[in-house]
């Protein structure tokens, strides 16, 4: 066990290093420039939810391969959260306007 530990703590992990995190962050924004671009249905499923066309799944797999799996999760909830937030905002949208909040006459009994 205290073999292992230090094998562990001698290594380090690529990936987080400068060089690791730029290639990842390289190939994530030409994966969602791709679905960006890419007008088609998305019929693709990536984590939490995302839905991505399937011209970009290259993109994907090769996002992947350059980033950790929780990098990737969280990138995905970082776009899906923007994406929404844009699409409530878009005045084009017929979704966007006033927030009404329920009125204080809602509570009383």
């Known amino acids: 066990m205290a073999d292992q530990l230090q094998q562990v703590e001698g290594q380090v992990e690529t990936d987080v290093l400068a060089a690791g995190r730029s290639a990842c962050y390289k190939v994530r924004d030409q994966f969602y420039e791709c ?35 929780t990098w990737i999760k969280h990138f995905d909830r970082l776009y899906c959260g923007k994406k929404r937030v844009r699409r409530l905002l878009d005045k084009d949208g017929g979704r966007g306007g006033p927030i009404s909040l329920p009125q204080r006459s809602t509570f009383d009994r």
Do not use: M, N
């Open 35 to 69: 679905i960006e671009k890419t007008k088609s249905t998305p019929t693709e499923v990536a984590s939490v939810g995302l839905l991505y066309p399937k011209e970009c799944k290259s993109s994907r797999i090769e996002y992947e391969k350059k980033c950790r799996p």
